[in-house]
C-alpha cells in the first residue's frame, strides 16, 4: 500500500510541477491542449470516484471529515473544469 499511495503522489505532484513550468505550453501548443484533455478527463474520474465509488459513511455524519469531502470535492470540480476548459 505504501508504494502505491507513493506513486500516486508522485503523479499529483508532478502533474503540478507540468503545470507551474510548462502553463504557456499547455495552453498554446496542440500537445499541451491534449495533455490538458487527460488532465482533465484524470480529475473528472477523480471526482466521479469521490460520489459513486467511496462510501459515503466514510464521512456522512462526522463534521471533520464532511468538510474535507465537500473541500476537496470542489477542488477536484475546480480541476477537472480548468483543464477541459484549456483542452476546449
Not at 508532478?14 to 478527463?41: D, N, Q, Y
Not at 477523480?46 to 456522512?60: E, G, M, T
Amino acid at each position: 500500500m505504501f508504494v502505491h499511495t507513493f506513486f500516486i503522489a508522485l503523479t499529483v505532484f508532478l502533474m503540478g510541477l507540468l503545470c507551474l513550468t510548462s502553463s504557456s505550453e499547455l495552453i498554446e501548443t496542440l500537445l499541451g491542449k491534449k495533455i490538458a484533455l487527460g488532465l482533465g478527463l484524470f480529475w473528472v474520474i477523480r471526482l466521479f470516484a469521490q460520489f459513486f465509488i467511496f462510501p459515503s459513511k466514510l464521512w456522512k455524519g462526522k463534521q471533520f471529515e464532511t468538510i474535507i469531502h465537500i473541500s476537496f470535492s470542489l477542488l477536484w470540480f475546480y480541476f477537472s473544469s480548468i483543464f477541459l476548459i484549456i483542452a476546449f
